[in-house]
């Protein structure tokens, strides 16, 4: 039986998969190999690269697309040589001989490599020996370089180098093609290499780019398709509201979709038993789960959230404010897959729309004051009223601390809020999240709880006071009104940050019951 791939390259024969050819534009990539190009494929981590490379490969060797040699070599394991480009190469070598030997069947190869001395011109050892396994071959050579990115300093410029002085040698003497693939497009490499006084720009290193083309996530259509092979060959459906749900929370992020399908169709112990269809509520139970575990796809995106760079694009947006950062800044966390590749600049997805306050909050959420019970009533609903006073509370006596110690300060108030509203929502319902650049506010969706057939929707609406309270308060109420039109609901809380220097708690603290548009609207003061 296949299942659903979270690790690795994809198998066929193992794994449901949407054919990795098809998630490209292969006429426009066989047109650059075949016009003898060198040129980037980037994309987020586990997007699918190495599956693609490596169907790729395939495909050229196969003779279907004319008499080529295509070796795929993962340049990764050379990351640990450092600057160290003598061992970076002779491991590279070593790496490039063993797949020709093993794919082509080319022991001659294997030779070369192991010839070459790499200690005593490590600069001039790549050029050396792609030049001479091209000369032994009079079929063209293509290389697929893979993780190239992850090579450090002296060791990356010298590849890049290499290459670009060996390209006027091609197709006789040098590969006829080449791909670098990696998480970023090399241009916006900036490589601090010890054998240089200047930071090196990947755009001068390797100037010989033709084209750079970014692999795309997973379509609607493809979601449903992949989902679709577990029905067709277990005879478990997905609901239709199933499906959507899988499609809305990946927004078609590949390992995201196989990482939710995996854990509902083979982890899940009642969901094995294939008795029922998959329902909307399994799929967030399932990213609950996913979370909650810290995958390590999701704990080493939240790890980037340290870098002063995806602080600089992250920060503002999660509070709503306008960010000061660079289109470099911008363009390396959407390389990341952080952030959406098309504007307006958002986070990517609403599962890592949770993830990433969740995890700039992990610490104050086990030192929140936790009394779940003092804010459900007795019919099992949530007490939202409640939960909001309590806060208000909370945050007159400790902002001062909690705000301090929320790693991103400048949305500090908003990530309290979502730590204190997290510590009793998550265990039943769920919050969903929307943020947008420069908008001045964060929109939350509280859904309490999700498995019923009649679950209460509560909108909050967070902003930060800097100038006039009233202007503040009329346009929050404006935009909480139409996001409580948005979510379908007549339950709409305001929430205003005063963070104007020098205002006593007796002026910030206030709450207001007011109406916009016929809603009714509680307008709460911190």
Same mark, same amino acid.
């Given at each position: 039986m296949r299942d659903f791939n979270t690790a690795g390259p994809v198998r066929a024969d193992r794994h449901y998969n949407i054919p990795p050819l098809e998630r490209l534009n292969l006429a426009e990539v066989l047109a650059l190999i075949r016009g003898e190009r060198y040129f980037v494929l980037h994309a987020p981590r586990q997007t699918g690269k190495t599956s693609t490379l490596l169907a790729l490969r395939d495909l050229l060797n196969s003779g279907s697309e004319g008499d080529y040699r295509c070796v795929y070599v993962n340049v990764e394991p050379a990351q640990t040589a450092r600057e160290d480009v003598g061992l970076a190469m002779r491991n590279i070598l070593n790496s490039l001989g063993d797949e020709a030997r093993v794919i082509l069947r080319d022991d001659d190869a294997a030779g070369i490599a192991r010839a070459l001395d790499t200690t005593g011109d490590p600069h001039g050892?790549?050029?050396?020996?792609?030049?001479?396994?091209?000369?032994?071959?009079?079929?063209?050579?293509v290389l697929l370089i893979d993780e190239i990115d992850a090579l450090v300093g002296d060791s990356l410029v010298s590849v890049l180098r290499q290459l670009r002085a060996g390209y006027v040698r091609r197709p006789e003497h040098f590969p006829a093609s080449?791909?670098?693939?990696?998480?970023?497009?090399?241009?916006?490499?900036?490589?601090?290499?010890?054998?240089?006084?200047?930071?090196?720009?990947?755009?001068?290193?390797?100037?010989?780019?033709?084209?750079?083309?970014?692999?795309?996530d997973f379509t609607s259509a493809d979601v449903r398709a992949l989902l679709?092979?577990?029905?067709?060959e277990t005879g478990q459906a997905f609901t239709p509201a199933a499906l959507e749900a899988v499609w809305e929370q990946t927004r078609g992020q590949p390992w995201l979709v196989n990482a939710l399908a995996r854990e509902m169709c083979f982890e899940h112990e009642q969901l094995r038993l294939r008795d029922r269809p998959l329902a909307e509520a399994?799929?967030?139970?399932?990213?609950?789960?996913?979370?909650?575990?810290?995958?390590?796809? @999701?704990?080493?995106?939240?790890?980037?959230?340290?870098?002063?760079?995806? *602080?600089?694009?992250? #920060?503002?947006? &999660? %509070?709503?404010?306008?960010?000061?950062?660079?289109?470099?800044?911008?363009?390396?966390?959407?390389?990341?897959?952080?952030?959406?590749?098309?504007?307006p600049l958002r986070i990517a997805n609403p599962i890592y729309a949770e993830v990433v306050p969740r995890e700039l909050t992990w610490v104050l959420q086990d030192g929140l004051p936790h009394r779940r019970a003092s804010y459900i009533n007795a019919d099992g609903g949530l007490n939202l009223d409640a939960l909001l006073s309590?806060?208000?509370?909370?945050?007159?006596?400790?902002?001062?601390?909690?705000?301090?110690?929320?790693?991103?300060?400048?949305?500090?108030?908003?990530?309290? @809020?979502?730590?204190?509203?997290?510590?009793?929502?998550?265990?039943?319902? *769920?919050?969903?999240? #929307?943020?947008? &650049? %420069?908008?001045?506010?964060?929109?939350?969706?509280?859904?309490?709880?999700?498995?019923?057939?009649?679950p209460g929707r509560f909108v909050v609406e967070c902003k930060l006071l800097r100038a006039n309270r009233e202007r503040t308060v009329e346009r929050g109420l404006a935009q909480t009104a139409a996001y409580m039109d948005l979510c379908d609901t007549d339950v709409g809380h305001l929430v205003i940050f005063d963070v104007r220097e020098g205002r006593s708690w007796g002026e910030r603290i206030f709450r207001e019951d007011r109406t916009h548009d016929g809603r009714r609207i509680t307008v709460w003061g911190m």
């Amino acid at each position: 039986m296949r299942d659903f791939n979270t690790a690795g390259p994809v198998r066929a024969d193992r794994h449901y998969n949407i054919p990795p050819l098809e998630r490209l534009n292969l006429a426009e990539v066989l047109a650059l190999i075949r016009g003898e190009r060198y040129f980037v494929l980037h994309a987020p981590r586990q997007t699918g690269k190495t599956s693609t490379l490596l169907a790729l490969r395939d495909l050229l060797n196969s003779g279907s697309e004319g008499d080529y040699r295509c070796v795929y070599v993962n340049v990764e394991p050379a990351q640990t040589a450092r600057e160290d480009v003598g061992l970076a190469m002779r491991n590279i070598l070593n790496s490039l001989g063993d797949e020709a030997r093993v794919i082509l069947r080319d022991d001659d190869a294997a030779g070369i490599a192991r010839a070459l001395d790499t200690t005593g011109d490590p600069h001039g050892a790549l050029i050396a020996f792609l030049a001479r396994w091209a000369a032994a071959d009079p079929r063209p050579l293509v290389l697929l370089i893979d993780e190239i990115d992850a090579l450090v300093g002296d060791s990356l410029v010298s590849v890049l180098r290499q290459l670009r002085a060996g390209y006027v040698r091609r197709p006789e003497h040098f590969p006829a093609s080449v791909v670098l693939c990696g998480v970023r497009d090399v241009r916006d490499y900036r490589i601090r290499a010890s054998s240089e006084k200047e930071v090196i720009a990947g755009g001068s290193a390797f100037n010989i780019k033709a084209r750079s083309l970014r692999m795309g996530d997973f379509t609607s259509a493809d979601v449903r398709a992949l989902l679709g092979q577990h029905t067709d060959e277990t005879g478990q459906a997905f609901t239709p509201a199933a499906l959507e749900a899988v499609w809305e929370q990946t927004r078609g992020q590949p390992w995201l979709v196989n990482a939710l399908a995996r854990e509902m169709c083979f982890e899940h112990e009642q969901l094995r038993l294939r008795d029922r269809p998959l329902a909307e509520a399994d799929v967030f139970e399932a990213r609950e789960a996913l979370i909650l575990r810290r995958e390590t796809h @999701l704990d080493q995106l939240a790890d980037k959230l340290r870098e002063p760079r995806v *602080r600089r694009v992250i #920060e503002p947006l &999660l %509070g709503g404010d306008d960010g000061e950062y660079s289109d470099r800044d911008r363009e390396y966390v959407r390389d990341l897959g952080l952030v959406a590749a098309e504007a307006p600049l958002r986070i990517a997805n609403p599962i890592y729309a949770e993830v990433v306050p969740r995890e700039l909050t992990w610490v104050l959420q086990d030192g929140l004051p936790h009394r779940r019970a003092s804010y459900i009533n007795a019919d099992g609903g949530l007490n939202l009223d409640a939960l909001l006073s309590a806060f208000q509370q909370f945050f007159r006596e400790n902002s001062e601390h909690w705000v301090a110690r929320a790693q991103y300060t400048e949305a500090g108030p908003q990530l309290v @809020l979502q730590a204190f509203l997290h510590r009793v929502v998550n265990a039943t319902g *769920r919050i969903e999240r #929307e943020y947008a &650049l %420069g908008s001045r506010r964060v929109d939350l969706l509280v859904i309490w709880p999700p498995e019923t057939g009649r679950p209460g929707r509560f909108v909050v609406e967070c902003k930060l006071l800097r100038a006039n309270r009233e202007r503040t308060v009329e346009r929050g109420l404006a935009q909480t009104a139409a996001y409580m039109d948005l979510c379908d609901t007549d339950v709409g809380h305001l929430v205003i940050f005063d963070v104007r220097e020098g205002r006593s708690w007796g002026e910030r603290i206030f709450r207001e019951d007011r109406t916009h548009d016929g809603r009714r609207i509680t307008v709460w003061g911190m």
